[in-house]
């Protein structure tokens, strides 16, 4: 017959077995967790590595990240560009796109905040800095100039020779992110022209303000001239660029005259544009001023940006001036 005392410990020997098969079978093992995760070694005492990093460059050491920040975000996209080949660090800086969504944005301001958002995805992978480099703009940073020259004769002397001259003329235009622009054709010289070429210009100055459209890489631009005889000029232009993203050159398709009647002349002079649009190529409203399309002076325009203006050498006389047709 059993005793009680052997039913008992056969009891708890059965629990105890349980007991350290179940503490088995929920072992803790803390090095599962790091399957798949790379762990930093740590680097021995007094090693290189193991001391903070110190940025060699005095500037960096100087000027806080705050600060830098705030001068990258008052330079204009071509500075931050040149900026980004000073250093690792800067050009890692400069790729925040932040930078780049405030110049497209404030680029192609006409088209709107979402229309430019659905672009950007649709086109552009996301990427403002790839819009920026590959999208169509008008540069607003300079002056777009075209140098247009012809032979004039001249007066006889002697009745031996026939002299001529060369004429020299340049086309000026100038464009804001608003839509509007401004024109100017004169004989002077880039670094003469480039001090009146804005909307507080006087009459004396000749500089005429119309407006523009920006269609992929298609211009359509239009002004008014006043007077008696009120004229619109029409100007198409093809925009293109060296390198990418430069947009330093326009195409002139074509310049025609044309005569408006007194109700268009004496309408807002923001909508001239909204006026012509749709008017053939010898169209005119005006008899006393015939449609005219001008087929000389169609030379390309070349982009100078304003800190070039006084070294450029558009600014030189025409017989120093080496010959090239802009490319």
Not at 26 to 45: A, I, K, M, S
Not at 126 to 132: A, N, Y
Not at 144 to 158: F, Q
Not at 228 to 235: A, D, F, G
Request: glycine share 6%.
């Amino acid at each position: 017959m059993t005793s009680d005392y052997t039913l008992k410990l056969a009891a708890e020997l059965e629990s105890a077995s349980r007991l350290r098969a179940a503490q088995f079978l929920v072992t803790q093992r803390p090095w599962l967790d790091l399957y798949g995760v790379n762990v930093r070694p740590v680097p021995p005492f007094g090693s290189v590595s193991r001391k903070p990093f110190v940025d060699p460059a005095l500037i960096h050491r100087t000027l806080p990240d705050e600060l830098l920040w705030e001068i990258f975000s008052r330079m204009n996209p071509y500075t931050l560009g040149r900026a980004a080949c000073v250093c690792r660090r800067w050009r890692y800086t400069i790729r925040n796109p932040v930078f780049w969504r405030n110049a497209c944005l404030k680029a192609w301001q006409l088209h709107g905040v979402a229309e430019n958002y659905k672009i950007l995805q649709s086109k552009y992978d996301g990427s403002w800095r790839k819009m920026w480099l590959l999208r169509p703009r008008l540069r607003t940073d300079g002056l777009y100039v075209s140098r247009n020259t012809y032979i004039r004769a001249g007066v006889a002397e002697w009745k031996i020779t026939n002299p001529v001259h060369i004429v020299c003329y340049y086309r000026y235009l100038r464009f804001y992110p608003s839509g509007r622009f401004l024109y100017k054709n004169s004989s002077q010289k880039v670094k003469d022209v480039v001090k009146c070429m804005h909307f507080r210009a006087s009459k004396a100055d000749c500089v005429f303000s119309g407006q523009c459209t920006l269609s992929e890489d298609k211009v359509e631009a239009a002004l008014l001239y006043p007077g008696s005889r009120p004229t619109v000029l029409r100007i198409r232009l093809r925009l293109r660029g060296t390198t990418v993203g430069a947009n330093n050159r326009l195409d002139l398709v074509s310049l025609v005259t044309s005569g408006v009647n007194d109700a268009e002349a004496n309408g807002p002079n923001d909508d001239i544009l909204g006026v012509v649009e749709g008017w053939e190529e010898d169209e005119t409203h005006n008899p006393d001023v015939p449609a005219t399309s001008h087929r000389r002076g169609l030379t390309p325009f070349v982009f100078i940006p304003f800190d070039e203006v006084e070294t450029s050498e558009l600014n030189l006389p025409v017989e120093k001036m080496d010959y090239f047709v802009p490319g």
